[in-house]
């Protein structure tokens, strides 16, 4: 069917609908039901409750002079409406090619934009409700057809219309995405405009004497490539280090995401397809320089998690509570598989690192804390390299947000490993690419930071592939079109053009090719380019992104640049440019929701609290693990805490980040609260006023810790300090507190537990101590008990040597010449008499005996 046609029949059911919408409001009014009315004209938007349309192929998928001179579309219609439609026809439109500004927002523009369209096609008389249909669209791409005349990427709208029941011709679907065109195969129209250049007219330096139109291959964009893999902080704060416990996870997304069907475990497949694992065969080389294009940006805090997950782990039912009930997880086998063929791919692959847990640079920046930096920025390269035994590409910073604020600019200037940042080129000043022209190449410098810019409708097109469509943070609000509608293929196929958009975006050479920019003329065009973070392609996605690639680079329109250059090159950067908020986003969304006052202050004081009982850890050899092996998943915890959602999905900042911030703060409390002094409880009693005072120290931690005692006596009671003490691991010590008691009154005594840098461990304990002693009257007393011995031993003293006998002893009766005789003898002859003694008494008779 003819558009003319279909204009007729449009003027017929003119002239009925009065009398159909006569008939629908009786039925109406009889209660029989709503009845549609021909609401819209072919060109309007189309009535979603009519139908649905789905493509299934796009054909070629990018034109060249080598693909025909035809377009095929195919796809499906579906009736949505409780009713039949009749007459359903359908046809191509297409917008003038996409420039940047429009590469995201043609797609939900209104259909008039698509001015040009080719003739009706039909699919079938009827369709009937829930019923679908096959339908194939075959046009031709210059007369009578698309009309297209030069390279390009060309916005294509699949017009389906229909008549309804009770109603007259409308758009009942379309669906939209986007062709790429390379080059064009021979025309006799374009062959008829040509001129030999030798004749002084002026003719398309790119056209053919046959009419064919070739590949612009005077300035090739240098096409480089980040695949993220990376996934939202699964694991559940407040576990400590060290294997003393299994990791705990929010919820099983995780685990589900890592099957086979899950979103990492297709975007695995994908990225073994890009990386050709497991394929056969030469591969051609345009491939091949691709995939050295290629370079794999992974999450270190998902690959870690998954490392932790292969060991076991379990779900917690509350995440804020470290202590709260959990359930064994299933995964652990699922996820080292996944794993072990993740560590295969980045064998084969350039590799780099993101953010640790895409930790927020503006977050980082207010804590202030260089360990947690540390971890997030050059840390996060350490923990991929270990764990995938690979060596990454340092050098180049690249945040989820898309975006960079000068406070994020000051945290990342100057670091070793992190001294640049690839952002949206709409996070630079647009003054500045204009007064510069570096739009071109990409790279700009904002004060001491060099930047590599990627186009956010491009990303935004990657982000919408696979069965997990997401649209980036950096894209407003009005340049998100609806995607519920679209298909599978049409969203790969938007996706493919739009990656191939910065390299066909490149004007015919002129003559003025020789004024141009020479660092431009030398660099070439910049398609660097970064989908969103939590992407999820698909390895069909995969392989037509690929396939897209390979062809661009093979006709020369593209030049692979690998990361390793694209790092080294920014170093050159001197083009000026201030960083912005990207246009018509939210400030707080654009720098990641950064942590509010309230949140900042309980991360700072879990951070020193943290730093400090690291400090206290007993090191050595002979333990088996390190203090930061024990305690950095609670820095892992606070950059999971800080972490910056990279889509409009706010939960991080709302729900996760409070309850990560309880965990956190509940485990540093119980690591305190584990190394005790044992209460003994009532009174404790010295044996004398210098009796020592004991007391037994628990650790319960995994580690050895050095403890100090924060000792309160009163006057009467001195208790003397033990020092620097070391308790061991998951044990107790006791230890002996020296004292002296200067009364015998009862006396409280408080002792806290400290660490040697003063943080406070457990409860103090008060100690009601009595000591055995009498004070100043027993000095006093003994003072003069001995004043009046030495007195009397002086006065027996002076008597002796004056030869006169003590007064003292005048009262004592003379000794007889028995015990004379004794005092003169020697101890072992008066035994020896004694025993003489006692044996003559034993012999004499008893006198009652003789008697």
Same mark, same amino acid.
């Given at each position: 069917?003819?558009?003319?046609?279909?204009?007729?029949?449009?003027?017929?059911?003119?002239?009925?609908?009065?009398?159909?919408?006569?008939?629908?409001?009786?039925?109406?009014?009889?209660?029989?039901?709503?009845?549609?009315?021909?609401?819209?004209?072919?060109?309007?938007?189309?009535?979603?409750?009519?139908?649905?349309?789905?493509?299934?192929?796009?054909?070629?998928?990018?034109?060249?002079?080598?693909?025909?001179?035809?377009?095929?579309?195919?796809?499906?219609?579906?009736?949505?409406?409780?009713?039949?439609?009749?007459?359903?026809?359908?046809?191509?439109?297409?917008?003038?090619?996409?420039?940047?500004?429009?590469?995201?927002?043609?797609?939900?523009?209104?259909?008039?934009?698509?001015?040009?369209?080719?003739?009706?096609?039909?699919?079938?008389?009827?369709?009937?409700?829930?019923?679908?249909?096959?339908?194939?669209?075959?046009?031709?791409?210059?007369?009578?057809?698309?009309?297209?005349?030069?390279?390009?990427?060309?916005?294509?709208?699949?017009?389906?219309?229909?008549?309804?029941?009770?109603?007259?011709?409308?758009?009942?679907?379309?669906?939209?995405?986007?062709?790429?065109?390379?080059?064009?195969?021979?025309?006799?129209?374009?062959?008829?405009?040509?001129?030999?250049?030798?004749?002084?007219?002026?003719?398309?330096?790119?056209?053919?004497?046959?009419?064919?139109?070739?590949?612009?291959?005077?300035?090739?964009?240098?096409?480089?490539?980040?695949?993220?893999?990376?996934?939202?902080?699964?694991?559940?704060?407040?576990?400590?280090?060290?294997?003393?416990?299994?990791?705990?996870?929010?919820?099983?997304?995780?685990?589900?995401?890592?099957?086979?069907?899950?979103?990492?475990?297709?975007?695995?497949?994908?990225?073994?397809?890009?990386?050709?694992?497991?394929?056969?065969?030469?591969?051609?080389?345009?491939?091949?320089?691709?995939?050295?294009?290629?370079?794999?940006?992974?999450?270190?805090?998902?690959?870690?998690?998954?490392?932790?997950?292969?060991?076991?782990?379990?779900?917690?039912?509350?995440?804020?509570?470290?202590?709260?009930?959990?359930?064994?997880?299933?995964?652990?086998?699922?996820?080292?598989?996944?794993?072990?063929?993740?560590?295969?791919?980045?064998?084969?692959?350039?590799?780099?690192?993101?953010?640790?847990?895409?930790?927020?640079?503006?977050?980082?920046?207010?804590?202030?804390?260089?360990?947690?930096?540390?971890?997030?920025?050059?840390?996060?390269?350490?923990?991929?390299?270990?764990?995938?035994?690979?060596?990454?590409?340092?050098?180049?910073?690249?945040?989820?947000?898309?975006?960079?604020?000068?406070?994020?600019?000051?945290?990342?200037?100057?670091?070793?490993?992190?001294?640049?940042?690839?952002?949206?080129?709409?996070?630079?000043?647009?003054?500045?690419?204009?007064?510069?022209?570096?739009?071109?190449?990409?790279?700009?410098?904002?004060?001491?930071?060099?930047?590599?810019?990627?186009?956010?409708?491009?990303?935004?097109?990657?982000?919408?592939?696979?069965?997990?469509?997401?649209?980036?943070?950096?894209?407003?609000?009005?340049?998100?079109?609806?995607?519920?509608?679209?298909?599978?293929?049409?969203?790969?196929?938007?996706?493919?053009?739009?990656?191939?958009?910065?390299?066909?975006?490149?004007?015919?050479?002129?003559?003025?090719?020789?004024?141009?920019?020479?660092?431009?003329?030398?660099?070439?065009?910049?398609?660097?380019?970064?989908?969103?973070?939590?992407?999820?392609?698909?390895?069909?996605?995969?392989?037509?992104?690929?396939?897209?690639?390979?062809?661009?680079?093979?006709?020369?329109?593209?030049?692979?640049?690998?990361?390793?250059?694209?790092?080294?090159?920014?170093?050159?950067?001197?083009?000026?440019?201030?960083?912005?908020?990207?246009?018509?986003?939210?400030?707080?969304?654009?720098?990641?929701?950064?942590?509010?006052?309230?949140?900042?202050?309980?991360?700072?004081?879990?951070?020193?609290?943290?730093?400090?009982?690291?400090?206290?850890?007993?090191?050595?050899?002979?333990?088996?693990?390190?203090?930061?092996?024990?305690?950095?998943?609670?820095?892992?915890?606070?950059?999971?805490?800080?972490?910056?959602?990279?889509?409009?999905?706010?939960? *991080?900042?709302?729900? +996760?980040? @409070? !309850?990560?911030?309880?965990?956190?703060?509940?485990?540093? %409390? =119980?690591?305190?609260? &584990?190394?005790?002094?044992?209460?003994?409880?009532?009174?404790?009693?010295?044996?004398?006023?210098?009796?020592?005072?004991?007391?037994?120290?628990?650790?319960?931690?995994?580690?050895?810790?050095?403890?100090?005692?924060?000792?309160?006596?009163?006057?009467?009671?001195?208790?003397?300090? *033990?020092?620097?003490? +070391?308790? @061991? !691991?998951?044990?107790?010590?006791?230890?002996?507190?020296? %004292? =002296?008691?200067?009364? &015998?009154?009862?006396?409280?005594?408080?002792?806290?537990?400290?660490?040697?840098?003063?943080?406070?461990?457990?409860?103090?304990?008060?100690?009601?101590?009595?000591?055995?002693?009498?004070?100043?009257?027993?000095?006093?007393?003994?003072?003069?008990?001995?004043?009046?011995?030495?007195?009397?031993?002086?006065?027996?003293?002076?008597?002796?040597?004056?030869?006169?006998?003590?007064?003292?002893?005048?009262?004592?009766?003379?000794?007889?010449?028995?015990?004379?005789?004794?005092?003169?003898?020697?101890?072992?002859?008066?035994?020896?008499?004694?025993?003489?003694?006692?044996?003559?008494?034993?012999?004499?008779?008893?006198?009652?005996?003789?008697?």
């Amino acid at each position: 069917m003819t558009a003319d046609r279909a204009g007729r029949g449009a003027t017929l059911t003119a002239a009925a609908a009065a009398v159909l919408l006569t008939i629908g409001f009786v039925l109406a009014m009889a209660g029989i039901g709503p009845v549609p009315t021909a609401s819209a004209a072919p060109g309007d938007n189309p009535d979603t409750d009519y139908a649905s349309v789905s493509l299934t192929e796009v054909t070629p998928s990018t034109v060249t002079s080598s693909s025909g001179r035809t377009v095929t579309v195919r796809g499906r219609v579906t009736n949505t409406f409780d009713r039949p439609i009749h007459d359903v026809i359908v046809r191509l439109q297409r917008a003038d090619p996409v420039t940047s500004t429009n590469l995201r927002t043609v797609l939900g523009a209104d259909a008039s934009v698509y001015g040009t369209a080719t003739g009706f096609h039909k699919v079938t008389e009827t369709l009937a409700p829930k019923q679908s249909v096959e339908f194939a669209v075959d046009v031709p791409l210059s007369g009578g057809g698309l009309q297209i005349s030069q390279a390009g990427v060309y916005p294509l709208l699949v017009n389906v219309n229909g008549t309804p029941d009770y109603g007259g011709q409308a758009r009942i679907a379309d669906s939209r995405t986007m062709l790429p065109v390379l080059s064009l195969p021979a025309d006799r129209a374009r062959a008829a405009q040509w001129v030999s250049p030798g004749s002084g007219a002026e003719s398309a330096p790119l056209l053919g004497r046959d009419g064919s139109v070739a590949a612009n291959d005077t300035n090739p964009a240098g096409f480089t490539f980040l695949w993220p893999l990376a996934a939202p902080p699964q694991q559940a704060a407040g576990t400590l280090g060290g294997d003393t416990a299994d990791i705990r996870l929010v919820g099983g997304d995780l685990t589900s995401s890592l099957e086979d069907d899950g979103r990492l475990g297709k975007s695995l497949n994908a990225l073994e397809t890009v990386a050709g694992v497991g394929e056969s065969g030469d591969t051609d080389r345009s491939e091949s320089r691709v995939r050295n294009a290629i370079c794999l940006a992974v999450d270190p805090d998902l690959i870690s998690t998954v490392q932790s997950m292969a060991s076991g782990y379990s779900i917690s039912e509350d995440p804020a509570d470290p202590e709260s009930p959990t359930r064994e997880g299933d995964g652990s086998t699922t996820a080292r598989k996944w794993l072990q063929r993740l560590t295969h791919v980045a064998s084969t692959m350039c590799v780099t690192a993101l953010p640790y847990a895409q930790a927020g640079l503006d977050s980082l920046d207010r804590v202030g804390d260089k360990k947690l930096t540390a971890m997030a920025l050059t840390g996060a390269y350490d923990t991929v390299d270990n764990i995938l035994g690979v060596t990454s590409v340092r050098g180049l910073t690249l945040p989820a947000v898309g975006a960079v604020s000068p406070q994020g600019r000051t945290l990342l200037e100057g670091r070793a490993g992190s001294d640049a940042a690839a952002v949206v080129s709409t996070a630079v000043d647009p003054a500045a690419r204009a007064r510069t022209g570096s739009a071109l190449v990409g790279r700009y410098r904002s004060g001491e930071l060099p930047v590599q810019t990627y186009d956010p409708g491009v990303s935004a097109a990657l982000g919408a592939i696979g069965d997990h469509p997401v649209a980036p943070s950096y894209l407003p609000d009005w340049q998100r079109p609806s995607l519920a509608g679209e298909s599978a293929v049409s969203r790969r196929q938007t996706a493919a053009a739009s990656l191939a958009f910065p390299m066909l975006d490149a004007s015919p050479p002129s003559s003025s090719d020789s004024d141009s920019d020479p660092v431009t003329a030398v660099t070439g065009r910049s398609a660097f380019t970064m989908p969103p973070t939590y992407w999820s392609p698909t390895p069909d996605d995969a392989r037509t992104l690929l396939d897209t690639a390979g062809l661009m680079v093979a006709s020369g329109v593209a030049d692979p640049v690998p990361l390793t250059d694209v790092v080294s090159g920014l170093g050159e950067a001197d083009r000026d440019a201030d960083l912005v908020v990207p246009g018509d986003v939210d400030q707080l969304a654009a720098y990641g929701y950064p942590l509010s006052s309230k949140d900042l202050t309980e991360v700072r004081r879990d951070v020193e609290l943290i730093d400090r009982l690291q400090d206290s850890f007993a090191t050595g050899n002979d333990l088996p693990f390190t203090p930061a092996e024990y305690i950095d998943p609670l820095r892992a915890d606070l950059l999971r805490t800080v972490s910056t959602p990279s889509t409009t999905n706010t939960i *991080v900042s709302r729900i +996760e980040r @409070p !309850a990560r911030l309880a965990a956190i703060g509940a485990t540093v %409390t =119980h690591m305190q609260q &584990s190394v005790s002094l044992l209460d003994p409880s009532g009174r404790y009693t010295l044996a004398s006023e210098r009796s020592p005072l004991l007391l037994v120290v628990r650790n319960e931690l995994a580690l050895p810790i050095k403890v100090s005692l924060d000792i309160t006596a009163p006057s009467e009671l001195s208790v003397g300090d *033990v020092g620097v003490v +070391e308790i @061991p !691991a998951q044990g107790t010590r006791q230890l002996q507190l020296p %004292t =002296h008691a200067s009364s &015998s009154q009862s006396a409280t005594v408080r002792i806290a537990l400290v660490t040697t840098n003063d943080v406070p461990l457990s409860s103090p304990v008060d100690l009601s101590v009595y000591a055995n002693a009498y004070g100043k009257a027993l000095f006093w007393i003994t003072i003069g008990a001995a004043v009046i011995l030495v007195l009397l031993t002086a006065r027996r003293l002076w008597h002796r040597f004056r030869g006169e006998p003590d007064p003292a002893d005048e009262d004592r009766p003379e000794p007889d010449e028995h015990e004379r005789q004794l005092a003169s003898t020697g101890y072992q002859q008066r035994l020896a008499a004694e025993r003489v003694t006692e044996a003559d008494e034993r012999e004499q008779p008893d006198p009652g005996e003789r008697a």
